[in-house]
């Protein structure tokens, strides 16, 4: 498997993340998600929508950065094979850390975004479990 094959869904996702942070601000994220309610559910009223907004904003952070802790375990995995597999574990969930910080880092200059160390934590649990979930698949599957 070449290089390119490995570690490209971990570039790739790196420059979505940083894409969203820069554009996936509530402002931005709100009126569309609340016209696809809207369509979906008929009339949502503001209190349940905007707790609603909330809960997949927060399960797409816990979910989008667990792909991402996978995406650098499997990396990780295929680029270092005589590794342990705690080893591929413990880099991609700090890989996952790390970059969850930076992006709330470049959050906290934007107007209209908010860095916030509560979502390096939400991101970085997203990480633990499907990082987790690819451990025992290893282990199952030996």
């Given amino acids: ?24 601000s509530t402002a931005n994220t709100g009126p569309i998600l609340q016209g696809v309610m809207i369509w979906l559910f008929g009339h949502l009223d503001p209190e349940s929508f905007d707790r609603l907004h909330t ?38 969930i700090g890989c996952t850390f790390l970059i969850a910080s930076l992006d709330e880092w470049h959050q906290s200059f934007s107007l209209a975004r908010t860095g916030k160390f509560g979502d390096v934590v939400l991101d970085t649990c997203g990480a633990l479990l499907l990082v987790s979930v690819a451990l025992v698949a290893i282990r199952r599957h030996r």
């Fill in 55 to 92: 809960i997949l904003r927060k399960g797409g952070h816990f979910f989008g950065y667990g792909i991402f802790g996978y995406f650098w375990f499997r990396a990780y995995s295929a680029t270092f094979p005589n590794a342990t597999r705690f080893m591929w574990a413990g880099l991609a």
């Fill in 1 to 24: 498997m070449s290089l390119l094959r490995i570690w490209l869904p971990v570039v790739l996702w790196t420059v979505f993340i940083a894409m969203e942070s820069s554009f996936g």
